[in-house]
Nanobody, 115 residues
Framework: QVQLVESGGGSVQAGGSLRLSCVAS????????MGWYRQAPGKQRELVAT???????NYADSVKGRFTISRENAKNTVYMQMNSLKPEDTAVYYC?????????WGQGTQVTVSS
């Protein structure tokens, strides 16, 4: 059973920054993709950013230039640095991992951005 544990969420004012962390219970080199989704109240869960085993990244248009996803294999951790936060970034952020056999999800961490 794979566990993904997120941390780093919180409340900030618009323009502020947060860094999310996702620690996996096994080597992240075993996952083809890892990344972050988010879900705002009353909305569907949406993709925010992904990173492949080779380090290739992909971002939603709404966060390009503001968010940066990275991975630290030695710590089995994926990060997402979020800068220039906007109120519309308010959501629960979920870490996910995909090894092409299964998809795993974390429990989520709340990010709240006030104007």
């Amino acid at each position: 059973q794979v566990q993904l544990v997120e941390s780093g969420g919180g409340s900030v004012q618009a323009g502020g920054s947060l860094r999310l962390s996702c620690v996996a219970s096994r080597s992240i080199s075993s996952f083809n993709f890892m990344g972050w989704y988010r879900q705002a109240p009353g909305k569907q869960r949406e993709l925010v950013a992904t990173i492949t085993i080779s380090g290739r990244t992909n971002y939603a248009d709404s966060v390009k230039g503001r968010f940066t996803i990275s991975r630290e294999n030695a710590k089995n951790t994926v990060y997402m640095q979020m800068n220039s936060l906007k109120p519309e970034d308010t959501a629960v952020y979920y870490c996910y991992a995909n090894d092409f056999r299964n998809v795993y999800w974390g429990q989520g961490t709340q990010v709240t951005v006030s104007s």
